[in-house]
Structure formats: C-alpha cells, structure tokens
C-alpha cells in the first residue's frame, strides 16, 4: 500500500498533536511537514519521531534557536519561518492532504495557498471558512479538492449525510456542551474568572477555543462554518445544548427521520475519519460506547439571552459579506484580552457588538478586503477594550 503523505499546520496544538497520535499508530502514513508558532521543544520531539522534511516556526527568532538545535544533532529537516513559511509548508509538492490546524486567521492564507497546489484538506481551522467560506469553497471545486472536516459536529454530519441526496435534508442540528456556565444566571456571569472559564467539562482543547465555547461563540462560528461546508440556508441549521456531549450532531430529513452520530468525546475520531476518508479504519484508541452506563441523553435550548455571542453569530452570517470576519477578527482580540485578564467575560460579545455595528460591510468581498475588515475590526476592539 502506497503511503499518504500529509502536512500538518499547527502541529503543537490540541488538534495537531492528536492527528500524530492517530498518524503514529499507521505505518502508511508519511508525515511531510509540521509547524507550529513558537513551542520549538515539542517540534523537535516531533521532527526526531516523524522525520519530516520540512518545518515552521512562525516566530523568526524560535526557527533560529532551533535550527541550531537541530544542526548540533544531526537532524535533517529544512526550518523555515513566518507567514510565508507557513505557505511553502502547505504547498510541498509530494503532500496528499493538509490538516490546517492552527487557530484563529492565520490559517486563512496556507489553506487558500494549499487548495490552489491541489492538495486535500482537514479541516479544523474555524476562521478560514467564517472569513472566506463561499470564496474558500469555490477555489476547492474549481481545483477539485476535498474539504473534509475535523471539528467534531461538522463530522458528524458530514458522516450523517452520506448516502443521501442534499435536496433530502431539513435541517442540520448542532450540538453544543453548553459549557461551564450553562447553568448560571446573569449575575453569576459577572464573576466568572478565566481560571473556571477555562475548565471545559468534556472536552480537553486549546485555550481560545474553549473560552469561545464557554461563551457559545464556538457554536455560533460552527454554524458559519455549516452553511458554507454543506451549502445550506442559516434557517436550516439548529443548536440545541447537549450537555454529556455524547452525540455530536443530527441531520433532520424531510421524511421525518433524524440521523445522529454519536461517540465518546475524544477528537481522535474524527480527525482519523478525515485522514482515511472514504475508508472508515478500525482502531483501539478511541474508547467505545457503553449506553447503559450512560443511560440518559438530555436537550435543551441554548439561552440566548445569556450568551449572546451565538446570536451574534447568526446575525453576522444573514447580513454576509465582511461581517463573519469582522465578528471572527473582533472574538479573536477580546477572547486574547479576557485570557490576559483585561476584560471581563461579559465585556466579550458587549464589544464584539459594538464592533459589528461600527461595521460597514462590503458584500461579495475580496480576498484583500476580507484582510482589511479584519485588520479595521482587530484595531478598533482594541479601542474599545481600552473604554473598558
């Protein structure tokens, strides 16, 4: 069996260093290039295991520190640096597929760089289909490449949908954990702490990303992301609050069915369906199912009132255009400025609205102006940060 050679951007990261767990158990799968932003020591443990031929480290200085790393032990791997490193990683000749990992807008450029080089993407990069998704999956049709999900709900209906005609479906149902703070009232929500915000209670996942599902803005960039992955109308896509995260979302038929996927939730398993896509492999790791210990599956509303982010969301995909960037671009900058402790976490979706409706958004957008909205929407958060 001839070996798949992949790229993985963002390879340090929650996403990344699962898809090499996945990767390290098959002996026919050939791991290219690898990047990360600035953990050069567990790149190196990466390059010494996987051997590939080349790396990024976004930040110039750490690429310098650990090509001196890799020259005193003998390692042979070419080490290249910033955003156009990122690229040349992205567009090697021999890679098959590439699993844009990284988080937040940097992955928009490296994913466009590789869909034009011909090469097949996983995807678990949220910001290059919320910023650029009819852009994004127009140049993957005109250059016939995949576009295969790795978020868990967008695997799961992508597994939901197969064998059926799109013009069958209803509505797509997203599920959401709901959180931490599901349950809290809104004067609980003005005391909560970036320590409690960052303990999800069933998924273990970077920093940012976890903030955002405390706040349901993870959910609501999902639904962006669902519209354009399965080219169907915001008012066909559902979120219902799934606390034991057991199903990872449903497809609705017109006929009155509801298919569901379900799973323990371990990201293992649909970042191994990405990669062996059309093939469903069998494997160990992923822990199997028991439903009578689990014995009860509950659903509730998402309260929107209290977490307005996702209603943010749904509003930036209906009016279009610049505005799911700008929605992204202006998240990504206050969710930074919650970590470091500068906001509150009420004060997130208060300025993202302000932010949007400062906007003047600009449909059909190009790639330059998609760019420059979300520079515009990053500088003025910040200012409205600073009013805080």
Request: with cysteine.
């Amino acid at each position: 069996m001839q070996k798949k050679n992949i790229v993985i951007l963002g390879s340090t990261g929650s996403v990344g260093t699962q898809a090499l767990d996945v990767i390290r158990r098959d002996k026919n799968m050939n791991v290219m290039g690898l990047t990360t932003h600035v953990n050069i020591d567990l790149l190196e443990a990466q390059i010494i295991e996987f051997k590939p031929q080349m790396v990024c480290v976004v930040q110039e200085n750490k690429a310098i520190e650990l090509k001196k790393r890799l020259r005193h032990m003998g390692q042979r791997v070419e080490v290249v640096s910033g955003e156009e490193g990122l690229q040349m990683v992205a567009t090697l000749d021999e890679a098959e597929l590439v699993v844009t990992a990284v988080v937040g807008m940097v992955g928009l450029i490296p994913t466009i760089k590789a869909i034009k080089s011909g090469k097949h993407i996983a995807l678990a990069n949220k910001e290059t289909l919320v910023t650029a998704g009819e852009m994004v999956m127009q140049l993957a049709k005109d250059n016939h490449v995949s576009i295969l999900p790795v978020d868990s709900e967008h695997s799961a209906i992508f597994q939901c949908l197969q064998g059926n005609a799109p013009s069958a479906v209803s509505k797509l149902i997203l599920t959401a954990s709901g959180g931490p703070f599901r349950e809290y009232g809104k004067e609980q929500l003005k005391t909560i702490t970036v320590e409690a915000a960052l303990k999800h209670p069933n998924w273990v996942m970077g920093n940012k990303i976890t903030i955002d599902s405390a706040t349901l803005m993870n959910k609501g960039l999902e639904v962006i992301e669902a519209k354009y992955l399965f080219d169907i109308d915001v008012e066909q896509i559902q979120v219902i609050v799934h606390k034991e995260s057991i199903i990872h979302s449903m497809v609705e038929y017109k006929d009155g069915s509801t298919i569901a996927q379900l799973g323990a939730p371990d990201m293992r398993h649909p970042i191994s369906y990405a990669l062996y896509y059309p093939e469903r492999r069998a494997n160990d790791y992923v822990p199997k199912l028991h439903l009578t210990q689990i014995k009860t599956l509950s659903f509730e509303e998402p309260k929107k009132d209290l977490f307005p982010c996702l209603g943010l969301a749904y509003e930036a995909l209906k009016i279009g255009g610049t505005m799911p960037a700008v929605l992204n671009a202006a998240n990504e900058m206050v969710v930074e400025k919650f970590l470091n402790k500068s906001v509150s976490f009420t004060d997130i979706s208060k300025i993202i609205h302000k932010v949007m409706e400062a906007h003047i958004c600009i449909n059909r957008p190009t790639l330059d102006e998609i760019l420059e909205c979300d520079k515009w929407a990053r500088e003025y958060s910040r200012r409205k940060v600073e009013e805080c």
